[in-house]
C-alpha cells in the first residue's frame, strides 16, 4: 500500500477518465456519467467542493468519490451524489480490496483523510457492505473495505431480488395470495383495453416518459402528505439530465406501462452490469387504483429483467412495505461518522443529544413542544 501513489480531483470533469477506469468492483453510481449528472444539477447548487481520491499504482487500484461541504456551519467531509444516489461506494479493485484487513483499511483512511482539504467531520452514508464484481468476473462478491472502518454503525439494509434459474421458481417463493391477486388485476386490466409495455427507445420517448413520472410521483408524494421534490428545480433538473446520460457497462432504462395507449404507470432506472436498478416507479391514481397498476409495473419490469438474463432486480434503499412482498435477498448497509477537529467533536456531541431528544420526545408532550420550537434554528 506504501508503493501506491494518491491524487485528489478538485471536480468530477477532471477525475473522468479515472472514473471510467473498467474491471473495477462497484456500482453505477461511482461512474463518471452518473456523478457529472449530479454535478450539473444538486451539485451545482449545494456548493460541494468535490475531493476524488484515486489510488493508484501501475493501475488504478480505488477511485472513491468524495466532497465537502458546509452543513451545520461544519466543513463536511461526505460522498457525492446526495440524495439521488442509492450506494456510496468506492470502485475499487477485487484483489486490492480483498487484501485489506481492518488494520490496513484504518491506516489507508487516515493516509486519504491527512491528504484531503481540511474538514470538521466526517459523515459516510448508505455504504454496501459488499461490491458487484466487474463483469465477467468469477468469484464471490467483493467486501466493501470502508465497511472496516472503526466504529461504523448499522444504516438499514437494500432489498433485491436474485434471479432463481426458472422465473416460475421466483413467483413460486411469493405469498400465493400475493400471486394470484396480482394475477388477478392484470386480467382485469385487460378488460379495460390492450395492455402494452413501451420502453422508452429514443429521446421523444423519453421525454413523454420523464413528464408522465414526474406528474404521477408529484401526485403521490402530495397524498401522502411527502416532500414532492420534483418541486425542487435540481431535483427535477437530475432527472432530466439522468435521462440522457450514456452509462459504460449500462443504460438509463426508461420504460411505461400502457393501456389503450394512456400510460397507467411508470419508471426510470438503469440497468448496470448484472443488475437492474429500480429508481422511481409512479403509477395513475382515481379509477386505476383498483387495478394496482404500480404492482403490475414491478412484476413487469422483474420479468423483463430476468428475460434479458440479469443476475439481480435491486429495489435499493427504503423501507417500502412494497418491497418485501418481492424480495428475497437483503443486503446490510453501515455508515461512518468521525469527528476530526474541536469544533467537529463538539458538534458530535450536540447532535448526539438533539438526536435523543428527538427520540425522547416521541413519548413527551412537553417535550415534543420544545423540539418543534428548535426545529429549523442553527445547531450552535
Known amino acids: 500500500m506504501d508503493e501506491l501513489t494518491l491524487r ?22 461511482a461512474r463518471h456519467a452518473w456523478l457529472q449528472a449530479w454535478a450539473d444539477t444538486f451539485g451545482a447548487q449545494a456548493h460541494i467542493e468535490p475531493a476524488i481520491v484515486v489510488m493508484a499504482g501501475v493501475r488504478i487500484q480505488m477511485v472513491l468519490p468524495l466532497g465537502i461541504t458546509r452543513r451545520n456551519g461544519l466543513r463536511t467531509l461526505e460522498f457525492l451524489g446526495g440524495i439521488v444516489t ?36 466526517v459523515c459516510l452514508t448508505r455504504m454496501p457492505v459488499t461490491l458487484d464484481p466487474p463483469e465477467g468476473a468469477v468469484g464471490e462478491r467483493v467486501p466493501n473495505p470502508l465497511a472496516l472502518l472503526p466504529g461504523v454503525n448499522a444504516a438499514g439494509q437494500a432489498r433485491s431480488v436474485t434471479f432463481p434459474d426458472r422465473y416460475e421458481a421466483l413467483t413460486g417463493t411469493l405469498r400465493p395470495r400475493f400471486w394470484a391477486d396480482t394475477q388477478r388485476c392484470r386480467r382485469r386490466l385487460a378488460e379495460v383495453g390492450p395492455i402494452a409495455f413501451v420502453v422508452a427507445d429514443d429521446d421523444a420517448g423519453m421525454r413523454a416518459l420523464i413528464v408522465s413520472l414526474k406528474r404521477m410521483k408529484s401526485r403521490r408524494w402530495r397524498e401522502t402528505h411527502s416532500k414532492d421534490w420534483f418541486a425542487v428545480p435540481a431535483f427535477s433538473d437530475f432527472y432530466d439530465a439522468m435521462a440522457r446520460i450514456d452509462l459504460p457497462e449500462g443504460r438509463i432504462h426508461g420504460s411505461s406501462l400502457n393501456v389503450s395507449g394512456t400510460a397507467v ?20 391514481a382515481d379509477g386505476w387504483r383498483r387495478f394496482s397498476t404500480g404492482r403490475l409495473m414491478t412484476e413487469t419490469l422483474l420479468r423483463q429483467a430476468f428475460d434479458e438474463g440479469l443476475r439481480v432486480f435491486d429495489f435499493t434503499v427504503g423501507e417500502e412495505a412494497y418491497k418485501d412482498d418481492w424480495a428475497n435477498a437483503l443486503m446490510p448497509l453501515v455508515r461512518y461518522d468521525e469527528a476530526i477537529t474541536a469544533r467537529g467533536r463538539f458538534a458530535t456531541v450536540l447532535m448526539t443529544a438533539r438526536d435523543r431528544l428527538r ?16 426545529a429549523g434554528r442553527p445547531l450552535a
Do not use: K
Not at 9 to 29: I, K
Open 86 to 121: 442509492d450506494y456510496n461506494a468506492p470502485a475499487i479493485d477485487p484483489d486490492f480490496a480483498r487484501s485489506l484487513d481492518a488494520t490496513a483499511v484504518q491506516a489507508l483512511w487516515r493516509r486519504i483523510t491527512a491528504a484531503l482539504p481540511s474538514h470538521d467531520v
Open 8 to 29: 485528489i480531483y478538485p471536480s468530477v470533469r477532471a477525475a473522468a477518465p479515472d472514473l471510467e477506469t473498467p474491471g473495477l468492483a462497484g456500482y453505477a453510481f
Open 265 to 284: 404507470a411508470a419508471h426510470l432506472g438503469l440497468v448496470y452490469r448484472s443488475r437492474f436498478y429500480l429508481l422511481l416507479i409512479g403509477w395513475e
Open 359 to 374: 427520540a425522547r420526545a416521541t413519548q413527551v408532550a412537553w417535550l415534543r413542544r420544545i423540539v418543534r420550537w428548535l
